[in-house]
């Protein structure tokens, strides 16, 4: 019988066969399986172990604290951050188990769609590298998590560790905010993923009645509190280079380097003019507008708002790597059952554009890279393809996708138009 323990065992034991695996290969190829930033995290570590600064190792744009917490790197062992990576990977995917279940779903299928962060390669392919994000997205899963439960603040202190330890967190505080009204808060019971009733207006009730409440001003307190109370100890012992390094860097980041976004080209060919600037701010522009567009309209559906916040964040995002992926990977599982396309046939149509539009630009990206090619041009071509195909792919998951709301009736509502009765 599937069940979501026999699952989580099964996505340890993957990930440490690919950890062990990626050992093998760093040592004998030429080609290493170790993510580049995993040695920026390793040499940061090293330098807080030494009483430095970690800000000492050049590209290291992250908050302290995760260098602080991966200096056994340095005196227990080299490995130690992957297997904190591996076990917040195996953190997520429990909690999508628990998250699933207690929406109405039975262990079995809870453990079936748990499977597919649990059990995707991809997703241990990049924790296994040494890539931090299984961290934040366990920070992110563990806040939703209690408000879900109705544990507000201690659901808030993961959402300000969250952020703390990277900004984009920041863009579900519009959601948290609209979920946490009180006429639906105060409902006995978790709504149930029940068959909806096609609504008889275009509005999906996500607007908030009465901002101010005891719910909300405790999340904004909390939150607040906690990320403030983190990054004023990480200021006090590295000054106004943590501030510039972890978060402004960020917001005014210029990355000539190709990646899937398609403002790299914009950006690569302005890189020494002031208008560089511009275009990095002027990116997000489109970002903002759709970003927060997504999570007032969807916002009593707590999960699916974050994910389709996430997924039109990295796609109009001005620098996007397959790391950014995992971002919006792990809300998948638990928006996908309440999605009325096949997961077998539909489904994998959408997975084959996703993976279609990328396999084109890591092909001209081979001929860049290896072959010394000009594929400039065919890049940016790429990346608008990438661009579109995504843009594509989330407006077909919301036109099937059934809005559950988190708290209040045992009912929802679909994001499709009302259906006219016929006389």
């Not at 409902?187 to 509005?203: E, H, L, Y």
């Not at 974050?306 to 039109?312: D, G």
């Amino acid at each position: 019988m599937l069940t979501a323990r026999n699952v989580l065992i099964g996505g340890l034991l993957l990930r440490a066969g690919m950890l062990l695996y990626g050992l093998w290969q760093d040592a004998n190829m030429t080609v290493k399986y170790t993510d580049i930033d995993y040695n920026v995290f390793s040499d940061a570590a090293r330098f807080v172990w030494e009483g430095g600064s970690p800000y000492q190792r050049s590209t290291y744009r992250y908050t302290p604290l995760l260098a602080w917490v991966l200096t056994p790197n340095t005196w227990l062992h080299p490995t130690f951050g992957k297997w904190l990576f591996v076990a917040c990977d195996c953190v997520v995917g429990a909690l999508v188990a628990r998250i699933v279940q207690e929406r109405g779903m039975s262990e079995q299928k809870a453990a079936a769609y748990s499977a597919l962060w649990l059990l995707n390669p991809q997703v241990a392919n990049i924790s296994t590298r040494g890539s931090a994000e299984s961290v934040v997205c366990a920070a992110v899963m563990a806040a939703l998590y209690a408000i879900q439960r109705r544990q507000i603040a201690l659901g808030s202190m993961f959402f300000g560790l969250a952020v703390h330890l990277k900004i984009y967190p920041i863009i579900y505080a519009l959601p948290l905010l609209v979920v946490l009204d009180r006429s639906t808060l105060d409902a006995r019971s978790i709504a149930p993923p029940v068959q909806p009733k096609v609504s008889s207006s275009n509005n999906t009730n996500s607007r908030p009645k009465g901002w101010a409440n005891a719910y909300r001003v405790c999340f904004f307190v909390v939150s607040t509190s906690m990320f403030l109370l983190l990054s004023t100890a990480m200021y006090c012992m590295y000054g106004q280079e943590f501030v510039h390094e972890t978060y402004l860097y960020h917001v005014a980041r210029k990355d000539h380097r190709h990646n899937y976004s398609m403002w790299f080209l914009p950006i690569y060919l302005t890189f020494r003019s002031p208008a560089s600037v511009a275009m990095g701010l002027l990116s997000f522009l489109p970002q903002a507008i759709v970003v927060a567009a997504l999570g007032y309209a969807y916002g009593q559906d707590l999960y699916f708002a974050a994910f389709a916040q996430t997924f039109a964040f990295v796609a109009y995002n001005k620098v996007c790597t397959a790391q950014y992926f995992m971002w919006y990977m792990c809300f998948l599982p638990v928006i996908w059952p309440h999605n009325s396309q096949r997961l077998v046939t539909k489904g994998l149509v959408l997975l084959g554009v996703w993976f279609g539009s990328q396999a084109l630009y890591l092909q001209q990206a081979y001929r860049l890279e290896f072959l010394g090619e000009n594929t400039f041009a065919l890049l940016w071509i790429a990346g608008l393809v990438i661009f579109a195909a995504n843009n594509w792919i989330l407006q077909q998951i919301i036109a099937k996708q059934k809005i559950v709301p988190l708290f209040g009736p045992s009912s929802c509502t679909t994001s499709q138009p009302p259906v006219k009765k016929t006389q």
